[in-house]
């Protein structure tokens, strides 16, 4: 049985840096896309990265661009989420998730086969 579990999740001030980390165990972990998804209170949850199975793409909400990277290394089975110039805004609980390839539905949380338990991300302003 495949298990994600996230940590990095904290405290920060606008402007400032985070990144979180997401552990994958249970089968073979270059056969999953990965994705980052956050959820706000009274919000839904929504799409935030993702990346293919090899990490030779990537995928971005318009308003993390050029702020956030996501990242994998197949060799530890980990997947990272870098957050750069955090705002108000990113505050949410974030997961991440595992796609079983071939879907390349990325963006849609209902293809998702997998779940993390969430970390909670607060910045301050």
């Known amino acids: 049985q495949v298990q994600l579990v996230e940590s990095g999740g904290g405290l920060v001030q606008a402007g400032g840096s985070l990144r979180l980390s997401c552990a994958f165990s249970?089968?073979?972990?270059?056969?999953?896309?990965m994705g980052w998804f956050r959820q706000a209170p009274g919000n839904e949850r929504e799409f935030v990265s993702a990346?293919?199975?090899?990490?030779?793409?990537?995928y971005y909400e318009d308003s993390v661009k050029g702020r956030f990277t996501i990242s994998r290394d197949n060799a530890k089975n980990m997947a990272y989420l870098q957050m750069n110039s955090v705002k108000p805004e990113d505050t949410a609980v974030y997961y991440c998730?595992?796609?079983?390839?071939?879907?390349?539905?990325?963006?849609?949380?209902?293809?998702?086969?997998?779940w993390g338990q969430g970390t909670q991300v607060t910045v301050s302003s």
């Open positions: 998730g595992a796609l079983r390839a071939p879907n390349m539905r990325f963006e849609t949380e209902s293809e998702y086969d997998y």
């Open positions: 249970g089968d073979t972990f270059n056969h999953y896309a």
């Open positions: 990346i293919t199975w090899s990490g030779g793409h990537t």
